[in-house]
């Protein structure tokens, strides 16, 4: 199956610093999605990005959509305790119209964040 | 806001028996799939749902497992003889047009 490579596994930060996290792929994704996971939750979702090259914020949260449709990445900026999380990138290859709509998960990034 | 919802939360059954997951999408959402975690590791796709009918599903999704869309709100996963691999987080999701949305997941334990 395809893969997401995602990076890095895990961060360990002070409150008041800013986390970048990617996932790239060797095969090219139609749309990027974004989740946090709490610990025995379901995946809440982020950010959902539909162009190559789309920009799109939500709150503290940046993500792109990479010009090649092969990555993307996640910015946290002014991070506080409560990001503490793991965060998935998503990818799908089909058209978000088609009803085929599997998602290609990355395997987390497990933020840690020291008040 | 609108969510999925999954019952139970939890689940703990005997290897060999069957178990019913339970899941209630987004009311206006046409789009139904099932995800599982296995402690530690990823979120990996099971099967997608639409029109009353399979669109796709995994290698994992195999004979012991089965969906259906009883009635306009619920949609169910069953898995007939449950192994000890079968043990994790079963996680429902629905969509519109637009991004998957996720339930709260039903932790599945069996012995």
């Known amino acids: 199956g395809q893969q997401l490579n995602q990076s890095p596994q895990s961060m360990f930060i002070q409150e008041g610093e800013d986390v970048s996290m990617n996932c790239t792929s060797s095969s090219i994704f139609n749309t990027w999605l974004w989740y946090k996971q709490d610990p025995g939750e379901g995946p809440v979702l982020l950010i959902a990005l539909y162009k190559a090259g789309e920009l799109t914020s939500n709150g503290r949260l940046t993500a792109q959509f990479g010009i090649t449709r092969k990555d993307s990445f996640l910015n946290i900026s002014a991070s506080i305790p409560s990001d503490v999380g793991i965060y998935f990138c998503?990818?799908?290859?089909?058209?978000?119209?088609?009803?085929?709509?599997?998602?290609?998960f990355g395997k987390g990034t497990l933020l840690t964040v020291n008040p | 806001e609108p969510e999925v919802t999954q019952t139970p939360s939890h689940q703990v059954t005997q290897m060999g028996q069957e178990v019913i997951l339970r899941c209630v999408p987004i009311?206006?959402?046409?789009?139904f799939y099932w995800y599982r975690q296995i402690l530690g590791q990823k979120v990996e796709f099971l099967v997608s749902f639409y029109n009353n009918e399979i669109s796709e599903k995994s290698e994992i999704f195999d004979d012991q497992f089965s969906v259906e869309r009883p009635d306009g709100s619920n949609f169910t996963l069953k898995i007939r003889s449950t192994k000890l691999e079968d043990s994790a987080m079963y996680f429902c999701a629905s969509r519109g047009m637009g991004a998957q949305y996720f339930g709260p997941g039903t932790r599945l334990l069996v012995l």
């Open positions: 009311s206006n959402h046409l789009y």
């Open positions: 998503a990818g799908l290859q089909g058209s978000s119209g088609g009803s085929n709509y599997k998602l290609t």
